[in-house]
């Protein structure tokens, strides 16, 4: 095997994958076990107005994404190892890593915008006591 920029990619996407997992399954441990919403549905740093509606979502969309990253990157490892699997082709694993994070960002994305509702119209006012 010859190291070309493929490899490195494709390495530098492996290594990745570690902390994604261990940051997306973190996230959904404070939200379902911790009730912890301070990270749900952030829109530029601030938290919707009612952060526990839309927890379940988040929670569901973290977990989901973490556990594809850390059953890739199991199967990666068996492969090495010499274990024939699923992820034994490149394009398999690599495809299965890019399609989890591009859906992430956009699903959280997603979230963040239905959870932070726009209002038509001009803004009233705020009354000063």
Partial sequence: MVF????AISLMLFIAMFPMAFIWLRRAWRIFIKHNYSEVALKRGE???NPKKWAPATGIINLAAGGTALVTIIGVLLTFAGFPNIFSPYKTWSSIAGVTLWAKIFA???VSRQAHPFELGRKKKKETE
Avoid: E, N, V
């Fill in 47 to 49: 938290g919707p107005p």
């Fill in 108 to 110: 959280d994305f997603i």
């Fill in 4 to 7: 070309d920029i493929s490899i």
